[in-house]
């Protein structure tokens, strides 16, 4: 379980590592906190001849304050979030999912960014940041730059909108008021284990965003139509239909799990007539 | 006479000398090991579970690098032959050349200046494979259709057994029968540190030197010697550190013999370190058995008879030194465990299967016997509608029939099995949770389910040649022998070919030397792991090392304090009867002497020596065996209550209690230490652990996102309340402890899971206990509701 030989280089800034992307090697990969990407070179899975290491690019690691909304540098790690270490737009919630990803010692060096381009459809960050109606910020080859909101820019499992040479350069996320409420919940049986199902909650009634996010369903996560998602709050539509309704292909069975997953992220959210029953659950 | 009970000896909690290095991470493991011109090896693995190799092409640049079958000139496959009748021989290649017979079978070792490079080198061989179709499930492997492994054979079993007592005669009162399967998964033991191997020649010596990360390194020097066909005074294991054996390393590797070779083809140090991918895709190699059981009682929950039919899927070759057989052998023998009964029959099958061969896993058979007995003990209690601690009460050995001799000829030692019950229901508080229980059923439950579940069983331990011999296995352990020498400073080493790999016996042997010579632990050295320091031993295995190396060790100690004792009479002018050891000195009435002024003396100035001072000096080696050889018989009662979330199928350990009782515990909290990691492991095979393998024989899991292992935060907060029922048969009334945490959870988990389900009618009875499962067995509980519905 060694990887194929590969040269490495560090990246200063975004746009050195865009220029290095080009250039150094067509096969060349960005590597961050390394937690999906080293299994995948260990397992010789992933080939690349050139290594981009972008966790000393200073502008990918720090968190911007644009008034609005906060900028995460797509480097920032688990750990400097579950820290405190940068700032929270939601003042705790980003907090507390980060502590709950794998174990310190995959925290310590896994990032946002990452996470959301390996875009694992189980992935914490990818589920929540959902909901929070993240914004993707893309640096390309000669200084191109787009945004697209992550529910786009994750276009399936393992999968991104990200062209060659494109690298994530940060994360967008509005800034939320004290009235914001939320849930995360995921049903794993061991920590470090991905979810077998999971949901997020946003009720933000200051913004007007009400938002249920399915996740662990082998593909991104869906967002439950506003008016479903308000009728699932409201106790007026069963979250079981709401789920058929949303997810009309997955077998009954796991409609079960997810049923599961959205109440008890409507109860820690709380919402009025959805006591939580998890007790381990944050 | 020695200084009894102290704050060192027998029974002191002191920590473990080895810690520190340990948690220092100074501990040296075979990954360690630098040697100048080092090479590593990586081998070309069986992509494909069963197949007739049609070539194998070396590259043609590197190709010099490369190695195999045709290549290991003089080396003979590994062969371990079970003596019971009826055996089926195998022989397992060091590299495969005709035919490979499970995923990960070596075929070809690559030689390279780092593993990186070795891994490259052996992307570049190609192999051609006829593929033919497998065995991967062992209530097939009889199948008429199904294909021959060994092609020889005339069907796929290494052994088939069959015992009957009294079967047909006890089972005419009975007025409850129930039969049930059960099964419990293949699984992956997953010590810490994987296997390795560095060897060199060693021309000053003209020996080979083998480091291996091995649990019995003398037994390793046997088997390389037949497979080199090498004088064993040409070999030399060394076993640095070993993080974790659990019987994974307990066996002798085609790695070693490959690695062994190429170290005298090359005459430079090679290295290979096993990786996790080669561990989880083949090294799946225990737990797998399949239970049919009948179990007939009276109306008054008296047991009458057991009748089992056993399946164990041995894999694909019988390994040395334990063979193919020793699993059913065992599974045959102990399944009646602790419980009276009049009449047993048990037919037992070593299936071949395409998977790798079977190894004796922590518990051993026990773990998967422990599951179908005590499943079959709740399913008994609850068709005779009591409670399942009333029949195990009712059934169990009774503490004035000790020494006990159930119905297999097993001898109980000692031991108060419905005492230990007793504490664990009470300490789990039965009552309480049939109260909850009622609340929860009333409505007030959600989602969940909470139910309670117990297991009782034995661990035979330090059982020898008798019992061995029995089992059919090549190697049968006998006296076990320790050598203890004052150095000239008057420290202590103590020499044992038993292998301490995580069990902290560096620190209990010393506890039992200071028993007879009063020297501190901290004074003490334990040198093992070497075959050209240690005296020959089978190894650790089988909960043998605190009985029998503890026992040679108090008899080597033992014999030099006599030595001393009549060195330091003369001095002090003393009867050496009077003399006692302790805190370093030798005292007689007022006077004392220095143990370090002992040593001296014998080494550097014999002049003062008594002139009938033994000619042996200050160094004993002393062999040791118990009374009988029959083993000593340490036993536990595991009680949990567990929460079922019947949504999620999820099982979550509310409550853990285990009354263990390991006779007189040496260190107590070692034993803890013991006790805990076994559970954890248990607790892996209950709910977690499981290697499943497809159709075709491929593992379905290549790395431990897939293979799950319990993690700390998977282990509830275990409460253990000790018993200490001394042993009559060993030096100071110790039991073996090593393997019994991991025995009773699958069995108490599974009560309790089956207890939480028994209001929806539902039933689980495989391994592991996973959510898909839990949720199987309720749908299918209400499926057959709704029919009767209908009906
Ligand atoms: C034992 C273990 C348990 C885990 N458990 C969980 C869990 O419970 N929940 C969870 O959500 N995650 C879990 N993870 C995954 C972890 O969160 C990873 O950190 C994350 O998925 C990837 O982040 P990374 O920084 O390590 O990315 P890397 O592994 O370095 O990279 C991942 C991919 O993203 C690409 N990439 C990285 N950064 C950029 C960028 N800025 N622009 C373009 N491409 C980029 C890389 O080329 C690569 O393809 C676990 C990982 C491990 C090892």
């Not at chain 2, 007939?296 to 899927?313: N, T």
């Not at chain 2, 007995?373 to 209690?381: K, P, W, Y």
């Not at chain 2, 959600?446 to 139910?451: E, L, W």
Request: charged residues 20%.
């Amino acid at each position: 379980m060694k990887p194929v030989a590969f040269d490495l280089t560090t990246a200063t800034a975004a746009p050195h590592a865009v220029a290095l992307l080009s250039n150094v090697d067509i096969e060349a990969k960005i590597i961050a906190g390394g937690q999906s990407l080293g299994p995948m070179l260990n397992l010789r899975l992933a080939r690349p001849g050139h290594l981009i290491d972008v966790t000393r690019a200073k502008d990918l690691r720090g968190v911007v304050d644009e008034g609005s909304a906060l900028l995460y540098g797509a480097a920032v790690t688990h750990a400097e979030i579950e820290d405190g270490a940068v700032p929270d737009a939601t003042g705790g919630w980003l907090q507390a999912i980060a502590s709950r990803i794998a174990y310190r010692a995959v925290r310590n060096r896994g990032t946002m960014g990452g996470s959301l381009v390996h875009a694992d459809p189980a992935a914490d960050w990818v589920v929540t940041l959902t909901a929070l109606g993240a914004v993707a910020v893309i640096a390309g080859p000669g200084g191109a730059a787009r945004e697209e909101p992550l529910s786009s820019f994750i276009a399936g499992p393992f999968t991104t909108t990200l062209k060659p040479g494109e690298i994530l350069t940060g994360i967008r996320l509005a800034k939320r008021t004290a009235d914001a409420r939320w849930g995360y919940w995921k049903f794993t049986r061991k920590v470090g284990e991905f979810a077998k199902a999971s949901a997020a909650v946003l009720i933000d009634p200051g913004a007007g965003d009400t938002r249920v996010v399915v996740g662990a369903i082998e593909q991104p996560p869906i967002i439950l139509p506003a008016g479903d998602a308000e009728a699932v709050i409201a106790g007026r539509l069963p979250i079981e239909e709401a789920l058929r309704r949303a997810l009309p292909h997955r077998p009954p069975a796991s409609l079960v799990l997810h049923a599961v997953a959205v109440r008890e992220a409507l109860g820690i959210a709380g919402a009025a007539g959805f006591p939580a029953q998890d007790q381990g659950a944050a | 006479m020695a200084a009894k009970k102290s704050e060192f000896g027998v029974g002191a909690s002191i920590e473990r000398l080895e810690d520190d290095r340990y948690l220092r991470g100074r501990g040296r493991f075979v990954a360690d090991i630098q040697m100048p011109g080092m090479l590593d090896i990586a081998f070309v693995r069986s992509p494909v579970a069963h197949a007739r190799i049609r070539s194998i092409t070396k590259p043609e640049t590197g190709g010099d690098g490369v190695f195999v079958a045709a290549d290991l000139a003089g080396v003979s496959g590994i062969r371990a032959d079970s003596g019971l009748r009826g055996f089926r021989s195998s022989i397992q290649p060091i590299l495969a050349h005709d035919k490979v017979r499970h995923v990960g079978e070596p075929i070809a070792a690559c030689v390279a200046t780092s593993r990186a490079r070795a891994e490259d080198l052996a992307e570049l061989v190609t192999v051609e494979f006829d593929e033919l179709p497998a065995v991967s499930e062992m209530t097939r492997a009889r199948d008429a259709d199904a294909p021959l492994l060994h092609e020889d054979w005339d069907e796929n079993v290494f052994l088939e057994t069959a015992v009957d007592t009294n079967f047909a005669a006890s089972i005419a009162s009975a007025t409850v029968v129930i039969k049930r399967t059960y099964r419990t998964a293949r699984q992956c033991m997953a010590p810490m540190e994987g296997r390795g191997v560095v060897a060199v020649w060693d021309n000053q010596a003209e020996q080979l030197v083998l480091h291996t990360s091995t649990q019995m390194p003398h037994i390793v020097r046997t088997g390389l010697s037949a497979s080199l066909g090498l004088d064993h005074s040409r070999i030399r294991i060394v076993a640095p550190d070993v993080g974790g054996g659990f019987g994974y390393k307990g066996i002798l590797l085609t790695e070693e013999v490959c690695a062994a070779w190429l170290a005298m083809k090359l005459r430079r140090p090679v290295r290979w370190i096993e990786d996790r991918r080669e561990h989880l895709t083949g090294g799946a190699n225990c737990r797998e058995h399949h239970y049919e059981i009948t179990g007939y009682a009276a109306a008054d929950g008296r047991l009458l008879a057991v009748d089992c039919e056993a399946i164990v899927d041995s894999g694909a070759y019988s390994i040395y030194p334990f063979s193919a057989c020793l699993e059913a052998a065992q599974v045959a023998s102990i399944l009646p465990g602790p419980y009276r009964m009049d009449g047993y029959r048990c037919r037992t099958w070593s299936v071949a299967s395409n998977k790798p061969p079977i190894l004796p896993y922590r518990g051993v058979a026990r773990t998967g016997v422990c599951f179908a007995m005590e499943m079959l003990m709740d399913g008994l209690a609850h068709e005779l509608g009591i409670e399942p601690w009333e029949i195990r009460q009712r059934n169990l050995a009774e503490p004035h029939q000790m020494p006990f001799t159930n119905i297999t000829n097993k001898y109980f030692d000692s031991g108060d099995y419905p005492e230990a019950l007793r504490r664990a229901v009470e300490a789990i508080d039965i009552a309480a949770i049939r109260r909850r229980q009622r609340v929860d059923e009333g409505g007030s439950g959600g989602r969940h389910r909470i139910g309670v579940g117990l297991s009782i069983f034995c661990e035979q331990g330090a059982h020898g040649t008798s019992v061995y011999h029995g089992w059919g296995i090549p190697m049968v352990p006998g006296f076990e022998q320790a050598t203890a020498r004052l150095t000239p400073d008057g420290g202590l080493e103590i020499r044992v070919g038993i292998q301490s790999h995580g069990q902290g016996l560096e620190t209990t042997l010393a506890q039992i030397a200071y028993e007879e010579l009063g020297i501190k632990p901290e004074a003490v050295r334990v040198v093992h792991g070497d075959t050209a320091l240690t005296p020959y031993s089978t190894g650790t295995w089988g909960s043998r090392c605190i009985v029998m190396a503890g026992g040679a060790v108090a008899a080597a100690a033992a014999k030099l304090g006599d030595r001393i004792r009549h060195i330091a009479g003369h001095l002090l002018q003393a009867a050496p009867d009077s003399v006692i050891l302790a805190d370093g000195v030798a005292r007689a009435g007022a006077g004392e002497i220095p143990l370090r002024e002992i040593g001296r003396l014998w080494y550097l100035a014999p002049q003062h020596l008594p002139p009938d001072v033994d000619p042996g000096g200050l160094e004993v080696t002393q062999g040791y065996r118990t009374v009988r050889d029959t083993g000593t018989f340490s036993y536990a009662c595991h009680a949990v209550t567990v929460s079922v979330d019947l949504a999620l199928g999820d099982v979550k350990l509310l409550d853990y209690v285990i009354v263990e009782d390991g006779g007189v515990l040496i260190n107590p909290m070692v034993v803890d230490g013991q006790v805990l990691g076994g559970a954890a492991q248990g607790i892996g095979t209950a709910l977690y652990e499981e290697m499943r393998f497809d159709g075709t024989g491929q593992p379905m899991a290549a790395t431990l996102a897939d293979y799950h292992l319990p993690g700390a935060p998977e282990v509830p907060a275990i409460r253990i309340l000790h018993m200490e029922t001394p042993s009559p048969l060993s030096r100071f009334g110790q039991k073996g402890i090593g393997e019994s945490g991991a025995i009773g959870p699958p069995a108490a988990i599974g009560n309790a899971v089956n207890d939480a389900l028994r209001s929806l009618d539902a039933r689980i009875w495989e391994l592991p206990i996973t959510p898909e499962r839990v949720l199987a067995a309720v749908a299918e509980a209400e499926g057959k509701a709704r029919i009767g519905e209908a009906a």
